[in-house]
């Protein structure tokens, strides 16, 4: 099992940038896939990016070329960092671990973190 802690959500303006952290901790960090989605209220969990272990990165539609995912074996920490925010990126996001298969569906994670709150406001 691993423990997933995120940090870095806020208010930002459109346009603006935030940088979304995740601590792992409980089984070997470089070992695994991480993901990050998002869920509105109303809405359905949406995948938003993952990277393998190998470092094979994947991104959703909607955030391709202004989301970047990266990890740090070091740090046992994966990264979102989010540019040119718009508000429909407004959102609870959440980091996962664990992912295998198609790592674009919740399923295949077996681990989620509590989530951190992005607001972007136009």
């Known amino acids: 099992q691993v423990q997933l802690v995120e940090s870095g959500g806020g208010l930002v303006q459109a346009g603006g940038s935030l940088r979304l952290s995740c601590a792992a901790s409980?089984?070997?960090?470089?070992?695994?896939?991480m993901g990050w989605f998002r869920q509105a209220p109303g809405k359905e969990r949406e995948f938003v990016a993952a990277?393998?272990?190998?470092?094979?990165?994947l991104y959703g539609e909607s955030v391709k070329g202004r989301f970047t995912i990266s990890r740090d074996n070091v740090r046992n920490t994966v990264y979102l960092q989010m540019n040119s925010l718009k508000p429909e990126d407004t959102a609870l996001y959440y980091c996962?671990?664990?992912?295998?298969?198609?790592?674009?569906?919740?399923?295949?994670?077996?681990?989620w973190g509590q989530g951190t709150q992005v607001t972007v406001s136009s």
């Open positions: 409980g089984r070997t960090f470089s070992s695994y896939g």
């Open positions: 990277i393998r272990w190998n470092g094979i990165r």
């Open positions: 996962a671990a664990s992912g295998a298969g198609d790592i674009t569906t919740p399923r295949a994670y077996d681990d």
